[in-house]
Structure formats: C-alpha cells, structure tokens
Antibody, heavy 118, light 107 residues
Framework: EVQLVESGGGLVQPGSSLKVSCVASGFTFSSYVMHWFRQAPENGIEWLAYINTDSSSTHYAETVKGRFTISRDNAKNTVDMQLSSLRSEDTAMYFC???????????WGQGVMVTVSS | DIQMTQSPASLSASLGETVTIECLASEDIYDILAWYQQKPGKSPQLLIY???SLHTGVPSRFSGSGSGTQYSLKINSLQPEDFASYYC?????????FGAGTKLELK
C-alpha cells in the first residue's frame, strides 16, 4: 500500500524557520518525482515545489522561491521542505504528493499544519 | 500559468441525485485534466485523470468528460460518502494548477 506520512509542523513565529518531512512507503520511491502543496484554511490547493527522481531538478512557486527548499533522500525514502523567513500568510496545511505521469498527483500524505503567528 | 475556473462554488443535493461540476481552463489542455475529492480534514484523493479515466478503486458512479478548455465531473446516484469538496487540476503544463473547488453539501 502506498503511504506518505508528513511530520514537522507546528506553531512558529514570523521570520523563523521550520522543516517539514514526508516519508514514503509501499512503492519504489526513487522512481517517482515528488511535490509539496499547501492549503490555507478554507482555501484552495497551491503547488509549492517539485523535485525530480535524482534531485537534479527542482522548481518552486514564485510565492516561496528563495525561502523554501525541497530536497530528498532516496536511501531513506524521504522528501523534505525547509521553510524559512516564514510569514503569517504561510499558515496552512502542507501536503507531500507523488507525481504520476503528466502532472497528476496520484497519492497524497495526510498533511501537516504549519501556523505562523507571534 | 494555466488558470482553472470551477463552477458552481457550492452545490446542495439529495441522496440519490445526479450532479455535475464544471471546469474551464484558460487554454486548451488537451484532456490532461484530473479531478480530486477532498473530505474535511483529509488530503485530496485522485478520482479521474485524462479527463475521463477512473483512478484505481473509484466507483463507476463518477465520470468525467470534456475536451479543449471545458470539462465536467458527473456523480450519479449520490451516496453519503460523496459529500465533499471537488477540485479540477491542469496536468498538462507546469505548475499544476487547481480550480477553487466545489463544495457538495447534503440538502
């Protein structure tokens, strides 16, 4: 069974940093691209970042470029995202998702909440 | 980026009814479109890809259609577990972009 489990969320102050992680199981992790998304309360789904299978290519949404960094460890079946210079508008549920063919996301984690507030 | 416009934003329906949700892309996405279901407090779940292909395990009461810039999701004979939010997604070009969602509520 494909599983993605996020961790690392919490309450942080504006300007601080946080790392969210996603551990995968039930499939050959190194064969799939991975993405991070977020969803603010009662809002839509926003794509944040992409990483290819061997980490040679990453892409970011303009809203987080230069502040967030995606990385992966194929030996540990994990994909992380380092969030820095956090703002109140970064408050959201953060999801990792497995990339299928084209731009489809065929499996998602349960999400981890990040709250940025003083 | 390709913009995805969904309608309606919310929809009330009764058990057993049939409903349709529409999605309009800002440019031709050549049927590279997905639909997701999201229940409160849960993550999105892929329902349909390539505009009309059902993902593994999705009941046949769900169907998708459309082409070019206009797509729709139809749910026949609504079941209690179908009351959720639904999102369309452009899968053709990066970044993946989503409609704002349709919240399906029990009348």
């Amino acid at each position: 069974e494909v599983q993605l489990v996020e961790s690392g969320g919490g309450l942080v102050q504006p300007g601080s940093s946080l790392k969210v992680s996603c551990v995968a199981s039930g499939f050959t992790f190194s064969s799939y691209v991975m993405h991070w998304f977020r969803q603010a309360p009662e809002n839509g789904i926003e794509w944040l970042a992409y990483i290819n299978t061997d980490s040679s290519s990453t892409h970011y949404a303009e809203t987080v470029k230069g502040r967030f960094t995606i990385s992966r460890d194929n030996a540990k079946n994990t994909v992380d995202m380092q969030l820095s210079s956090l703002r109140s508008e970064d408050t959201a549920m953060y999801f990792c998702a497995r990339g299928a063919y084209y731009g489809y996301l065929d499996y998602w984690g349960q999400g981890v909440m990040v709250t940025v507030s003083s | 980026d390709i913009q995805m416009t969904q309608s309606p934003a919310s929809l009330s329906a009764s058990l057993g009814e049939t409903v349709t949700i529409e999605c309009l892309a800002s440019e031709d996405i050549y049927d590279i479109l997905a639909w997701y279901q999201q229940k409160p407090g849960k993550s999105p779940q892929l329902l349909i890809y390539d505009a009309s292909s059902l993902h593994t395990g999705v009941p046949s009461r769900f169907s998708g259609s459309g082409s070019g810039t206009q797509y729709s999701l139809k749910i026949n004979s609504l079941q209690p577990e179908d009351f959720a939010s639904y999102y369309c997604q452009n899968g053709l070009s990066a970044p993946p972009t989503f409609g704002a969602g349709t919240k399906l509520e029990l009348k």
